[in-house]
């Protein structure tokens, strides 16, 4: 465990030296879309009122709901991680202080739970735009200074996870008013 903290410390401590004045609001702007999880909350919605992405929307609500139960009410009380700026000297937050637990990102999960289903669901470069957001919005995470490298990863993996569970129960419930019998 010393050796993660010291590689997630040292990697945290390294994203701070690159930060410039000038690409700090953007940063700022991108960690925003992911408070709460907002931004992929409308997005679900707003894809609910289509007929033609309705089935995407509902299934990126289940994953986003999905990944908030296992990394707000399991893992985040179980890990119980100080946040990095608590504890890494020199370490510079740029936005307020957070209420819960570092580990893991709910942002990261979030947005790798929303891209993950839209990745299978929608056309590939809608689906591949929001894989970027995703991949923005985790890294935001770092730049702000809210949490360690291992916590951002953890929320990408949970958030996968939460997409591709929530791709297989849809598959199942597809299956079932079909009346085709799962294989």
């Known amino acids: 465990m010393e050796l993660l903290w010291q590689i997630d410390k040292n990697i945290l401590l390294w994203i701070q030296s690159l930060r410039q004045e000038w690409m700090t609001p953007f940063w700022k702007g991108i960690t925003f879309l992911g408070d709460y999880g907002w931004f992929w909350i409308v997005l679900a919605l707003g894809l609910l009122c289509f007929q033609k992405t309705r089935k995407t929307g509902a299934v990126t609500l289940l994953a986003l709901l999905i990944g908030s139960l296992a990394t707000n009410i399991?893992?985040?009380?179980?890990?119980?991680?100080?946040?990095?700026?608590?504890?890494?000297?020199?370490?510079?937050?740029?936005?307020?202080?957070?209420?819960?637990?570092?580990?893991?990102?709910?942002?990261?999960?979030?947005?790798?739970?929303?891209?993950?289903?839209?990745?299978?669901?929608?056309?590939?470069?809608?689906?591949?735009?929001?894989?970027?957001?995703?991949?923005?919005?985790?890294?935001?995470?770092?730049?702000?200074?809210?949490?360690?490298?291992?916590?951002?990863?953890g929320g990408i993996l949970i958030g996968i996870s939460a997409g591709w569970t929530a791709l297989k129960l849809y598959g199942c419930y597809q299956r079932h008013i079909n009346g085709i019998a799962p294989s």
């Open 74 to 153: 399991i893992c985040k009380p179980l890990f119980a991680r100080i946040r990095p700026y608590e504890v890494i000297e020199g370490l510079v937050l740029l936005v307020p202080k957070q209420m819960d637990y570092s580990f893991p990102s709910g942002h990261s999960c979030a947005a790798f739970a929303g891209a993950a289903v839209c990745m299978r669901m929608l056309p590939r470069w809608y689906g591949g735009g929001l894989l970027i957001l995703a991949g923005l919005l985790a890294f935001s995470r770092l730049y702000v200074g809210v949490h360690y490298p291992s916590d951002v990863l």
